[in-house]
């Protein structure tokens, strides 16, 4: 099948992260989880319905959605509460973390998980399951519930099920669809049946495995839905609706739905098997890891934890990122948790950073060509260095996705991306 090109920015990578192909392992209990409420700068935080010195279960609520843009929060192990304070996220915004120390035995881990008939189930049965377990949006932190419930006022849209990647380095999508694709397409069949989709299409990348690709047409074709699979050119970051939509022809994004398969996981463990969203599959890799691995996690689980388990560092790492190395923000220290929306973690080594002084800029106009939205980023820089934030708006920086590919592509090592999400923040306070 032809595979659809990205029409315009985006950094070319030849090459992909060593991986390590095989079953996803299962990362070691957390001893303590520390449970982030919020999952990102605009979520409402969940109430806290536990307290201090209390026994919970294996999958117990924490803290229950405060209505729209919440979500419930689940325990992920048993045990105790010790703490419920405020802190600072790794994404730079305070939320409330519940710390549970390991106690007790597990109520869901070792067990034959349960199996029910979800086809028998209406829309509101499974859009009550799904809030009540607290799955959210792995690629954005939102309770999946609303954003499906929503559509489905809007019919006529096309769900796009997207292995995807921000960056070289991420796989884990892909490697859903190759292990668990069963579970993905049968998720798929209950996202359709709560937002009623014109169409739905799987997005590859073209390089995709044939051994992938094939079983996943199968389970495609004997399902009852209209799937169809397409392959798209590798050019990083890959992700981006606009450029998604672009590829496809299809003039407005926003009559897409992108959903990637990790949230189909967790949506299928939610309404076949009665599961919270108490884990989240994480990449451990970059140059400065002995063994890249993706891990299951227990969200709550440093993730020094999981580096540790991943043999530990192979060398000293210039720096740590969650999340990638295009929009990706550095891990504040090695007891960061990982949250529902934690997708990698990469300990990078001075040769992956390219790290070095910041240079003048050459004009050379490389940011321009990486970057998706047809900006013109050194413009942007200029406006803001000469203090007219007002005309780098009207230039198009509320446009600009910080998707980083003009940093990472920009030979005079310029932070773009940081200068333009500094400045947008500023907007938002003034
Ligand atoms: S970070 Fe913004 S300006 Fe830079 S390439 Fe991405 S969209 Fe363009
Ligand atoms: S890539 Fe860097 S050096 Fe080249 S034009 Fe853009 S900002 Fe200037």
């Known amino acids: 099948m032809r595979a659809r090109g990205f029409k315009r920015g985006g950094v070319p990578v030849d090459h992909r992260a060593p991986f390590k192909t095989g079953p996803i392992e299962n990362a070691f209990l957390p001893m303590n989880a520390i449970v982030q409420l919020r999952e990102h ?43 419920i304070e405020t802190t600072r996220t790794s994404g730079g915004f305070d939320s409330k973390a519940i710390l549970v120390s390991l106690e007790g035995s597990f109520s869901m881990l070792g067990k034959r998980p349960e199996r029910y008939l979800w086809k028998s189930l209406n829309k509101a049965d499974i859009s009550h399951i799904v809030q009540d377990k607290g799955i959210v949006r792995v690629s954005s932190g939102e309770p999946l519930y609303e954003i499906l419930s ?34 993905v397409v049968d998720g798929c069949a209950i996202a359709a049946r709560m937002a009623l989709p014109a169409r739905i299409m799987f997005a590859v990348d073209e390089r995709i495995e044939p051994a992938t690709l094939e079983p996943l047409r199968e389970l495609a074709a004997r399902s009852e839905l209209d799937i169809a699979i397409q392959p798209f050119r590798r050019r990083f970051p890959q992700d981006l609706p606009g450029q998604i939509a672009e590829a496809m022809d299809i003039a407005d994004p926003g009559t897409l739905f992108i959903i990637e ?31 890249p691995a ?15 388990e991943c043999g530990g560092f192979s060398g000293h790492p210039e720096t740590i990122v969650i999340g990638g190395p295009f929009r990706g923000r550095a891990a504040a220290d090695l007891d960061a948790p990982v949250t529902r929306t934690t997708r990698a973690v990469l300990a990078l080594s001075p040769e992956e950073t390219k ?11 490389d940011c321009v060509d990486a970057c998706p939205e047809g900006l013109s980023p050194y413009r942007l820089l200029k406006l803001l260095r000469s203090g007219r934030p007002d005309d780098a708006l009207a230039a198009g920086l509320g446009r600009c996705s910080s998707c980083g590919s003009c940093s990472y592509a920009c030979r005079s090592r310029i932070p773009l991306v940081r200068y333009f999400d500094e400045a947008r923040q500023n907007e938002v306070r003034r």
């Open 150 to 183: 929503e559509r489905s006022d809007a019919p006529g849209f096309v769900m796009v099920v997207s292995a995807l990647e921000m960056d070289p380095y991420r796989r884990t999508e892909e490697e859903l669809l190759a292990l668990r694709a069963e579970d």
């Open 41 to 83: 700068r605009c979520a409402v935080e969940p109430i806290p319905v536990v307290s201090v010195g209390q026994e919970v279960r294996e999958g117990q609520l924490l803290a229950r959605s405060a209505g729209k843009a919440s979500s419930n929060v689940h325990s992920p192990i048993p045990g105790i509460v010790r703490r």
């Open 294 to 308: 993706i891990l299951k996690a227990r969200i709550g689980a440093p993730i020094g934890d999981l580096i540790e």
């Open 261 to 291: 398969p990790s949230t189909l996981v967790a949506l299928h463990e939610a309404v076949v098997s009665n599961k919270p969203h108490i884990e989240q599959y994480v990449y451990v890799g970059g140059g400065s890891i002995k063994r």
């Open 355 to 365: 790290s070095a002084p910041e240079r003048p800029c050459v004009r050379c106009g």
